[in-house]
C-alpha cells in the first residue's frame, strides 16, 4: 500500500456583482504562492490576519493578474495527476467543498453547466473525460480499455440516478449495500458503456440536466444536492505473455453548499433538505475529523452514519487518492463562512489514505 496524504486546494473566485454592489465589500483574500491570507478588520482596533497553507493555492479573481488561475490550470494541477494515476490502477476521487455561490460547479463543471466544448470555461470534468480518450489514444497500441460510467445525486439523503431512462417522471430512491468485496456500491445505478469523449459528453449533459436544482437566498441556479460522476476505467495489456489488467474508479464530486442552515433555510420544505444536506456534510466533517486524529490501532470512523460518507468511504482514508478542491469567495460579506471552509480544508490535509493498484493477473 501507498500512504499519501489528501491533497487540498483553496480556489478564489472573483466578487460577483452582489458582492461589488454591497456598500463597503472589500476583498480580503491574498495569496501568496501556497498560503492564503485572510485578512480580517471588522474591527479597525483589532484588525486581525488568518493564514492557511494548502497544497495548491488558486487565485482565479482577475484574470489580467500574472497569477490568475484558469480553469486549465486548477485541472492540471490537481485532476490531471488523478488521471495519471488512474491509468497506473489507482482509485481516485476529487470533490469541491465550500458554500453555495463559492465556486464548486463552476470549476467541476464549468460555466452553465452545459458548456462542454472545452473552451476556456469548460471546468474539471468535461477536461477529465476529454483528456482521458486523449491518453487512450496514446496507448491503444497495446491497451484494450472500458469504460463505465455512472452519474447520480443525493438530496435528502437519497439517492437518485441522473442517468437512468425514467428519471423525473418516477423518482424512486435507490439504496446503498455493501459488497464483500468492492465495499459500497449503489443498488439498481444505471452503468453506461462509453467509446469516446463525445457520448461521455452527451451523458453528462444529460445528467446536469435532470440535477435537482432550486433557488435559494444566495444563488438560484446552485444546487442543495451532492452530485457524483463516477468513471470506471479497466485497463487489459495485449501482451502475449504476463498479460495483466488494472481496474480503477474515479469520483468527480460536487458538493452541496456547506453553508450552516439558519443563514439559508427559511421554510419548512428547506428545511427539511438543510438538514439532511447537513447530514451528509456534517458526517463529511466527522469522518474528516476522525481520521485527522487517526494515528495507530483502530478508531472509529462513522462512515455510515450518512449516504455521501458512506459510498466515498475508500476515497476517505482508504484505497484511494484524493484531493479536495475548497472554493471560497474573497469578499469580506462571507468571511465566517469562508473561515469555516478554510478550516475545515486544513483539517482534511492530514488525512493518509492507503492506495493500491488494482491489479488482476490473467487466468
Ligand atoms: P456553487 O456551485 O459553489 O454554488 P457556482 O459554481 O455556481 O457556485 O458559482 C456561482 C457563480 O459564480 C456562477 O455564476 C459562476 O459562473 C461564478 N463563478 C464561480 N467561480 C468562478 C470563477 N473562478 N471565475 C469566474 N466566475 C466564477
Ligand atoms: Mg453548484
Redo the contacts with the bound molecule.
Keep these: 500500500d501507498e500512504l499519501t496524504n489528501l491533497t487540498v486546494a483553496v480556489?478564489v473566485?472573483?466578487m460577483?456583482s452582489r458582492e461589488l454592489a454591497y456598500i463597503g465589500a472589500t476583498n480580503i483574500v491574498k495569496t501568496n504562492q501556497n498560503e492564503l491570507i485572510i485578512h480580517s478588520n471588522s474591527n479597525l482596533s483589532m484588525s486581525t490576519d488568518h493564514i492557511f497553507q494548502y497544497d495548491h493555492v488558486f487565485w482565479?479573481c482577475d484574470e489580467s493578474d500574472k497569477n490568475y488561475a484558469s480553469q486549465e490550470c486548477v485541472f492540471s494541477t490537481i485532476a490531471e495527476p488523478l488521471l495519471a494515476n488512474a491509468f497506473r490502477g489507482y482509485n481516485a476521487c476529487l470533490f469541491a467543498y465550500?458554500q453555495?455561490?463559492?465556486?464548486?460547479?463552476?470549476?467541476m463543471m464549468g460555466?452553465m453547466c452545459s458548456n462542454m466544448d472545452c473552451d476556456k470555461t469548460a471546468g474539471i470534468t468535461p477536461r477529465f473525460c476529454k483528456r482521458l480518450f486523449e491518453k487512450l489514444k496514446e496507448i491503444q497500441d497495446t491497451i484494450t480499455a472500458s469504460i463505465e460510467l455512472s452519474y447520480f445525486e443525493i438530496y435528502n439523503e437519497k439517492i437518485h440516478d441522473l442517468l437512468a431512462c425514467n428519471v423525473g417522471s418516477n423518482k424512486t430512491a435507490l439504496k446503498v449495500r455493501e459488497h464483500p468485496v468492492w465495499g459500497p456500491y449503489v443498488v439498481d445505478l444505471s452503468v453506461h458503456v462509453v467509446n469516446s469523449y463525445e457520448e461521455m459528453k452527451e451523458r453528462l449533459l444529460i445528467g446536469n440536466k435532470n440535477r435537482v436544482t432550486a433557488a435559494t437566498l444566495m444563488?438560484e441556479?446552485?444546487s442543495r444536492s451532492h452530485s457524483i460522476f463516477s468513471i470506471e476505467l479497466n485497463l487489459s495489456e495485449r501482451l502475449d505473455e504476463n498479460s495483466s489488467s488494472r481496474r480503477s474508479k474515479v469520483s468527480l464530486v460536487?458538493l452541496a453548499?456547506s453553508e450552516r442552515l439558519g443563514n439559508l433555510y427559511n421554510n419548512e420544505e428547506k428545511i427539511r433538505e438543510g438538514v439532511s444536506i447537513n447530514k451528509s456534510l456534517l458526517t463529511l466533517g466527522k469522518v474528516i475529523s476522525a481520521l485527522s486524529e487517526y494515528k495507530k490501532g483502530n478508531i472509529f470512523v462513522p462512515y455510515r452514519d450518512s449516504v455521501l460518507t458512506w459510498l466515498l468511504r475508500e476515497s476517505l482514508g482508504g484505497n484511494s487518492l484524493t484531493s479536495m478542491l475548497a472554493?471560497i469567495t474573497p469578499a469580506n460579506t462571507h468571511i465566517d463562512e469562508t473561515l469555516a471552509t478554510l478550516r475545515y480544508a486544513c483539517q482534511a490535509r492530514s488525512i493518509v489514505n492507503r492506495a493500491r493498484i488494482n491489479e488482476n493477473p490473467h487466468d
Design positions: 480556489r473566485r472573483p460577483n482565479s465550500g453555495t455561490g463559492s465556486g464548486k460547479s463552476f470549476s460555466d444563488n441556479k446552485s460536487d453548499g472554493t
